[in-house]
């Protein structure tokens, strides 16, 4: 026999819905007695962008059972109030914000690691390796596939909205409130690995001529042994920090 509920969405997470159903209370049929979690994602919510499940004025966790005639509202992340006391569905937040990234971005990837993030990412990596990851590393899983976020194995996750990697790594700092901890140009680009400062001597025939006359300080990477300075990019790079933080 069908059931209904009645369902309302707030903020940002309409962006995830058709458009028939944001910013209202609409009706939702379903059958026999499926957890709020497996109602809100068939609706295609991943579970990793909730914070606040109420139904009626209780609020509840993943696990509750829906009811005929329950009235459920889903909220995103509050980003001015705390409502610690009151939610059931947030797990608890990781003491050091480490991601992993899906195969699609790559450039964002890049952009975390020349914050200071330690951010994994390999073109290669399937769905249910990413998921894994994320669950056994505690690390934030970031990608553009709801899908993968829907999988029970990821606690931690993000669905990135835009197609611009500058636009994507503003998103990923308003969503975690990284700024404050942002520590630029310490991870290699490249592969994740903490750079090692290294003299002008170790890397003598490893830049050009014009750079030694003018460079005094460089950093390796230990993984992949490209070597980093202060060149002409990094004015626009420190410069593309700064508006990131400041934004």
């Known amino acids: 026999m069908a059931s209904t509920v009645y369902m309302r969405f707030y ?22 007695q499926p957890t709020v979690k497996d109602l809100v994602e068939s609706l295609g ?3 990793t962008e909730i914070d606040l499940i109420l139904a009626g004025e209780e609020s509840v966790g993943f696990s509750y059972r829906v009811r005929d005639g329950d009235r459920i509202s889903v909220f995103p992340v509050f980003e001015a109030l705390d409502i610690d006391p009151i939610i059931q569905v947030r797990p608890h937040p ?8 899906d195969t699609h971005l790559g450039k964002l990837a890049s952009y975390l690691r020349m ?4 951010t994994l990412y390999q073109n290669i990596n399937s769905d249910e390796t990413l998921a894994d990851i994320s669950a056994s590393e505690h690390r934030i899983l970031l ?8 999988r029970s194995a990821v606690t931690h996750g993000y669905l990135i909205r835009a197609d611009d990697p500058h636009k994507q790594v503003e998103e990923v700092l308003s969503r975690f409130d990284l700024a404050g901890k942002v520590k630029p140009f310490r ?36 993984g992949c042994g490209r070597v980093y300075w202060k060149g002409s990019h990094y004015k626009k790079m420190a410069d593309f920090i700064n508006r990131l933080v400041s934004g």
């Not at 596939?145 to 829907?150: P, S, T």
């Not at 903490?194 to 300080?217: F, G, I, N, Q, Y």
């Open 45 to 47: 919510i991943p579970h």
């Open 11 to 32: 903020a940002e997470l309409n962006d995830l819905l058709p458009p028939e159903k944001r910013q209202v209370t609409f009706t939702h049929t379903f059958f026999g």
């Open 187 to 222: 991870l290699c680009m490249i592969c994740n690995k903490p750079l090692e400062k290294v003299s002008v001597d170790d890397v003598k025939d490893e830049v050009p001529p014009r750079v030694r006359d003018c460079v005094t300080e460089y950093k390796r990477c230990p």
């Open 94 to 101: 990781l003491r050091e914000p480490r991601f992993v990234l």
């Open 115 to 118: 914050l200071g993030f330690d």
């Open 143 to 150: 990608t553009r596939d709801r899908g993968l976020l829907k």
